[in-house]
C-alpha cells in the first residue's frame, strides 16, 4: 500500500489528498489473512473480541474480524455509559444488524460509579467552575494551532441547565484530575474486553488508526491495550475507504468522529488534533513523506505556516506521548521468557 501510494505521489505534478487512496479489496485481503495468522497462529486463539463505539474505526474493526473469524467467533460489545451520546449504541446495534453478528451490552457506567469516576470527575471540574452541578454538562478542548503557535493547554468548557456556555482555561492539577477520572472508562471498557476474551478464548482488537496510533490518542492500558489492532497503519481517510467497501451502514460513515467520552458533544479535532481529520491525515501522510508545507498549503488552502505548524504539532505529540508505546522496563532483560529482551 505504501508503494502505491509514492508511486501516485512521485507520477503528480502537485500533492493532493489523492495519495492516500487505497485499493480497499486488496487491503481488506492483506488485513483479513495478517489477522488469521496473528490469532489463530501467533497468539493461539480461536477469534476475537471487539468493543463497538458504533464509530467508525470499530466498526470497520467488526467487518475485517467478521471476514476473518465468522460471526460464531467474534464477540462484538457495546459498553455504553451516562455520558455516552444517545445514538452511540443505536448506531452499534444498527451496524452488528447490518453485518450479521450479536452484541453484547454491557453498561458500565455502575462500575465507573463505584470507582468514583463520575466523583472525581465532579471534583476537578468545580476546582474552575464551583457551580458545576446536575444537569450541566462539559467537555474539554484546545485552541486552534492555525491562529497562532498554540500552546497544547486545554480549556473548560461547561453549559449550564439554560443553556448558557463558559471557558475557562484549566489549572494543571484540575485537568490531570478530570483527565485521570475519565481515563477510567477507557480502561473499564478494556477489562470488560478481556473478560469475555478470557472466557471465549478469543483475543483483544484495539481499534486505533494510524492518526491516533502515532499522535498517541488513546489510554494507557485502556483502549490502547490489546492484542491485536488491525488498522494502526491505516489513515483515518483509509479507514473510511474501506469502510464503503466493508458495507459499514452510511449512517456511521456520515456521522462526524468524536471522543464520546465528555457529556458535551466533541469532535476529535476540538480535544486534541490541529485539525479535522481529512486534513490531519495529509499533514501526517506528508510530514511522514519529506513533502514540503508549501504543497500541502496549497492541496488543503492553508498558509504555508499554518501547515508548518501542524507539522510541528505532529513532532510535539510524537514526543509527550512516546511513553504510552513503551513496554514494562525491565532492570534486567529475562531473556528466557518470549520477548524477554523488551523493555530494557
Request: charged share 25%.
Amino acid at each position: 500500500m505504501r508503494a502505491l501510494a509514492e508511486a501516485r505521489y512521485d507520477c503528480c505534478m502537485t500533492f493532493d489528498a489523492t495519495a492516500l487512496a487505497i485499493d480497499a479489496p486488496a487491503e481488506t485481503t492483506r488485513i483479513v489473512e495478517a489477522l488469521r495468522a496473528q490469532v489463530l497462529g501467533r497468539l493461539k486463539r480461536r477469534g476475537v473480541v471487539v468493543g463497538l463505539s458504533g464509530g467508525i474505526d470499530s466498526s470497520v474493526c467488526v467487518a475485517l474480524a467478521l471476514r476473518a473469524f465468522g460471526p460464531e467467533k467474534v464477540a462484538v460489545i457495546a459498553m455504553p455509559e451516562r455520558d455516552s451520546a444517545d445514538e452511540s449504541l443505536t448506531l452499534a446495534e444498527l451496524v452488528s444488524g447490518a453485518l450479521g453478528v450479536s452484541l453484547i451490552v454491557e453498561p458500565i457506567a455502575p462500575a465507573l460509579e463505584a470507582l468514583g469516576c463520575y466523583r472525581r470527575q465532579l471534583d476537578a471540574i468545580r476546582e474552575v467552575f464551583p457551580e458545576y452541578g446536575e444537569g450541566w454538562r462539559c467537555k474539554v478542548v484546545l485552541p486552534s494551532v492555525l491562529d497562532s503557535e498554540r500552546l497544547n493547554v486545554s480549556r473548560l468548557v461547561v453549559e449550564s441547565p439554560a443553556g448558557e456556555r463558559f471557558e475557562a482555561r484549566m489549572t494543571a492539577h484540575a485537568y490531570l484530575g478530570l483527565i485521570a477520572a475519565t481515563n477510567l472508562k477507557q480502561r473499564v471498557r478494556k477489562l470488560v474486553e478481556y473478560t469475555h476474551a478470557d472466557r471465549l478464548n478469543l483475543a483483544v482488537v484495539g481499534t486505533p488508526n494510524r492518526l491516533e496510533y502515532d499522535q498517541g490518542f488513546f489510554v494507557k492500558q485502556g483502549d490502547g491495550a490489546a492484542d491485536v489492532k488491525p488498522i494502526a497503519h491505516l489513515y483515518k481517510t483509509q479507514v473510511y475507504a474501506l469502510a464503503e467497501y466493508l458495507g459499514v451502514p452510511e449512517e456511521v460513515r456520515r456521522r462526524p468522529p468524536t471522543t464520546d467520552t465528555f457529556s458535551l458533544p466533541q469532535g476529535q479535532d476540538e480535544f486534541y488534533f490541529a485539525l479535522p481529520y481529512a486534513s490531519m491525515d495529509v499533514c501526517l501522510y506528508a510530514l511522514n513523506h519529506r513533502i514540503p508545507p508549501s504543497e500541502v498549503a496549497m492541496a488543503l488552502g492553508l498558509t504555508d505556516e499554518q501547515v508548518a505548524r501542524v507539522f510541528r504539532d505532529i513532532e510535539r505529540k510524537r514526543v509527550a506521548t512516546r511513553y504510552l508505546h513503551e513496554p514494562p522496563l525491565l532492570v534486567e532483560a529475562v531473556r528466557e521468557t518470549f520477548g524477554g529482551d523488551v523493555g530494557r
